[in-house]
């Protein structure tokens, strides 16, 4: 393949039969994380809110992630680097035990952010298509120069642990609820509350999650297999350990929940059928 600087076809070495010439999206870094998020601070739905302070405990149900925004923003004095900032947006269910032995659902949002620095090289060339919205210019994307493109996937978190604490004195702000996009709260049909009398619940997380910086390229290529991110991905700091967080860290990642599989079975096995 070194010699192979053209499109066309090769001879056969190791399955490689034609370098192709793609315009694509080279990955200049990337990387993948397990986070233990505790304590997350649960804002249920206000038909909720009575539930909550009438329960004696509270278990963990299931989450289901609904939106991340995405911003990326060059790293000062460190040329090619750039900060992804992350904020997740999760719908989460879980089970209030009150006097009644069966257990109430009550639903609500969790907001956490994550910040990962990345190399995504430099370019200085603007890019236009034809690729346009029609009736009106894309006034982000004339403004913008040749920046990395930020791509998250994600998986729905698993919910490790969920408890109600009494808060007592000053209240802290409720800024996760302002900065809500219209669409996400819409998700709940209702509308979102922070707690009454003192009670809230906080709920600890477990995401999987890979990131990657992309630009648009033309590369000369074979094709091998998936690319998989082999470091984890840079914290802040590390907080003490605890069980719930234990038995995250336990779970091997799931790669087939990224990445679809070769082939598909179907419910029957008819490549050993035949016709008479």
């Known amino acids: 393949m070194p010699s192979c600087v053209v499109p066309g076809p090769v001879e056969d070495l190791n399955g490689i039969r034609e370098a192709v010439c793609i315009h694509t999206r080279k990955i200049f870094d990337s990387c993948r994380d397990k986070d233990c998020i505790e304590d997350l601070r649960f804002y249920p739905k206000a038909q909720d809110v009575d539930v909550i302070n009438r329960a004696l405990s509270v278990k963990g149900g299931s989450a289901q992630l609904l939106y991340v925004y995405v911003d990326v923003e060059p790293v000062s004095f460190n040329r ?3 900060t992804v900032d992350m904020r997740f947006f999760y719908h989460v269910s879980l089970q209030a035990y009150c006097s009644s032995p069966a257990p109430v659902t009550v639903d609500g949002l969790c907001v956490f952010d994550k910040r990962v620095i990345l ?4 370019g200085n060339a603007k890019i236009f298509s034809s690729k ?3 009736g009106e210019p894309d006034l982000q994307l004339l403004r913008r120069t040749n920046s990395p493109i930020a791509v998250v996937e994600a998986v729905d978190p698993i ?3 969920a408890r109600i604490r009494d808060v007592c004195g000053k209240r802290d702000c409720d800024c996760d609820l ?3 996009p219209g669409f996400v709260s819409e998700c709940f049909g209702g509308q979102l509350c922070g707690g009454d009398e003192g009670r809230r619940v906080y709920v600890t997380l477990g995401q999987f999650s890979i990131v990657r910086l992309e630009r648009d390229t033309q590369l000369l290529i ?13 914290c802040e700091n590390s907080s003490t350990v605890e069980d719930p967080c234990c038995i995250f860290r336990n779970i091997s990642f799931p790669v087939g929940e990224f990445f679809p599989p070769n082939t ?5 096995d008819f490549g050993t059928c035949c016709c008479k």
Not at 264 to 268: A, M
């Open 119 to 122: 190399f995504g090289s430099e």
């Open 178 to 180: 302002c900065e809500v």
């Open 159 to 161: 919910v490790l642990d």
């Open 132 to 134: 346009v919205r029609n």
């Open 222 to 234: 074979p094709v091998y297999d998936y690319c998989m991110p082999d470091k984890e991905c840079s």
């Open 80 to 82: 090619g680097f750039y």
């Open 264 to 268: 598909v079975r179907g419910e029957n």
